[in-house]
C-alpha cells in the first residue's frame, strides 16, 4: 500500500508491506537504483546504509514491544532519501510513523512543518520520532521493573524468576535490535553531509544524542535488572536455606521418638520397661524427654 504526502516541493512516500506493482512503480518514479529496489519487496536481517545513484539507502530496525502489530519485536524501515523526496519502506504497522503522517498532514495544511530545502530534513524529523518511541518502549519496561521489585519484597520471589526472565530477554533483544545503530548512523553521516552538505552535519549530531539516549536509559534498565535478579536470588537462597533449617530440625526431633519407638517394638525377651506398671506412660514419657533436650539444644546453640 502506497501513500504519498507533499509540503511544497518535497514528496513524501510511505510503503506497507511493498508488492511487486508497488516496487515497480517507484522504481519508475523516482528512478530507483536496481540494487536498492531488489532489496525492498522482503525484510532484511541487518541494518545497512549505502548511496546508489542520487539517493541514499538505509535500513534500521526499531523494537516494539508495545506497539508491535505483529509477531516480531522488530519492525524494520527502509529509507530512501533523495534531494527532494524520501520513501520508507515497512513491512508493519508503526504508530509512530503513523502518528508523524498526521502530524505531517496538519502542519502541511496549515503550512508550519519547517522541513528545509532538501529531504534530508524531513528524514531528520522522522528518526527523531522514531528514537522517541524507543524511549517510550523502555519506559514500559521501566513500569515493569518497578512492578517486579514492589512483588519481589511481598514474598513473591519464586513467581518473579519467570517475570525478571521476560523483562531479560526483551531489554537483550532491545539491545540487539539497536546495537548496530552507531556504526550505521557514523557512516550515514559521511554520507549525508557529502550529499546534502556540510550544514547537515549539525541535524546527524542531534539524531546521534537521541540515540544516545536511548542507549544510555537501556543501560540503566540492565543494570536495575541486575540488581533485583541479585537481589531476588539472595532472597530465595535465604528462604530456601530457612526451610532447609527447619526440616532438618524436624528430622532431628522425630529422631529420639521413633528410635524409641523401633528398640520397644522388637520381639526380644527381658525388654527393660515393657510389662511395668504404667509401662507405656513410661515410654511416652522418655520420648518428650528425649525430644524436649534436642528442641533446647537447638535454642540453645541459636539453629532456631
Not at 541514499?56 to 514491544?65: D, E, G, Q, S, V
Amino acid at each position: 500500500m502506497i501513500t504519498r504526502y507533499k509540503h511544497d516541493d518535497i514528496t513524501w512516500v510511505d510503503v506497507e508491506s511493498p508488492t511487486k506493482e508497488d516496487i515497480l512503480l517507484l522504481t519508475k518514479e523516482f528512478n530507483l537504483h536496481p540494487l536498492a529496489a531488489s532489496e525492498l519487496p522482503l525484510p532484511t536481517l541487518r541494518p545497512k546504509v549505502d548511496m546508489y545513484g542520487d539517493a541514499l539507502y538505509l535500513i534500521l530496525h526499531f523494537p516494539a514491544f508495545r506497539h508491535s502489530h505483529g509477531p516480531d519485536s522488530r519492525q524494520e524501515v527502509d529509507f530512501i532519501i533523495g534531494k527532494k523526496y524520501l520513501i520508507t519502506v515497512r513491512y508493519d504497522g508503526i504508530d509512530t510513523i503513523h502518528k508523524f503522517s498526521k502530524e505531517f498532514e496538519v502542519n502541511s495544511l496549515l503550512d508550519k512543518h519547517e522541513i528545509g530545502n532538501h529531504a534530508g530534513y524531513l528524514f531528520f524529523s522522522m528518526i527523531k520520532k522514531l528514537y522517541r518511541s524507543l524511549e517510550h518502549e523502555l519506559d514500559s519496561i521501566e513500569v515493569r521493573l518497578k512492578l517486579a521489585e514492589s512483588k519481589i519484597f511481598k514474598g513473591e520471589e519464586g513467581k518473579m524468576v519467570e517475570v525478571l526472565s521476560y523483562l531479560n530477554r526483551d531489554l537483550l533483544d532491545f539491545k540487539q535490535a539497536i546495537r548496530p545503530h552507531m556504526e550505521v548512523l557514523k557512516t550515514f553521516e559521511t554520507i549525508s553531509v557529502k550529499f546534502f552538505g556540510d550544514e547537515f552535519s549539525f541535524y546527524i549530531r542531534s539524531i546521534f544524542g537521541e540515540y544516545h539516549k536511548v542507549a544510555n536509559m537501556l543501560e540503566a534498565h540492565k543494570e536495575m535488572l541486575k540488581d533485583l535478579r541479585d537481589t531476588n536470588d539472595s532472597l530465595l537462597t535465604t528462604k530456601t536455606s530457612i526451610i532447609m533449617k527447619r526440616l532438618t530440625f524436624v528430622s532431628f526431633a522425630t529422631f529420639p521418638p521413633m528410635l524409641i519407638a523401633g528398640i520397644f517394638g522388637m520381639n526380644a525377651t527381658n525388654m527393660p520397661v515393657v510389662e511395668m506398671k504404667n509401662d507405656f506412660w513410661i515410654i511416652i514419657g522418655g520420648m518428650i524427654i528425649f525430644t524436649s533436650s534436642i528442641i533446647a539444644f537447638f535454642f540453645y546453640k541459636k539453629w532456631l
